[in-house]
């Protein structure tokens, strides 16, 4: 069992040192490592670290996002639109984007990104800065099933999904209030 309260989140900051980290994904251990700063630097993406004293535990970006009409099927742009009043009822919603998201191998099978998303819940429904209704992530195939488990849902017809390398998935923040 994980003791997430000896662990630290922390913002990525220009002169942040690295500690180790390798989560089994070349491209996603080189975000961190060699892209995230510069992320960060343009103004693109807000990275984040859960660490101990001596490990990267996992890492996650945020940016901004939204959900549109034309993103969505008609089936599921219904059901987004009926969380919000009808006043309220617009062709697009703010969302944040769970961008890169990964996890060390020693602590994969953990909870580590459960623990995340819950996180990330939280940062946005009791500190949200400038209004985001939604999580989005666009989630590799293999990732789809925590997604899901987590409570995202599909923002796609399930025939498109197989045409991407990638599945538009999306969780609403108004039921965590």
Known sequence: MIDFDSMKVRRLTPDYVFKPFDCGNPDLNDFLFNDSKTYLKNLLAVTYILETDTYTVAYFSVSNDKIS??????????RIKMSFAHKMHRRDYPAVKLGRFAVDLQFQKASVGT??????????????????????????????????????????????????????????????Q
Not at 69 to 78: G, H
Request: net charge negative; glycine share 2%; with cysteine.
């Open 69 to 78: 009409v034309d993103d969505a099927r008609k089936s599921i742009w219904r």
């Open 115 to 176: 623990y995340i998303v819950e996180f990330v819940k939280n940062m946005f429904v009791s500190n949200n800065r400038t209004g985001c209704a939604f999580i989005t992530v666009d989630a590799l195939h293999s990732a789809l099933p925590f997604y899901l488990k987590n409570d995202f849902k599909c923002l796609q017809d399930v025939s498109i999904m197989n045409d991407s390398d990638t599945v538009q998935l999306y969780l609403s923040l108004n039921q965590f």
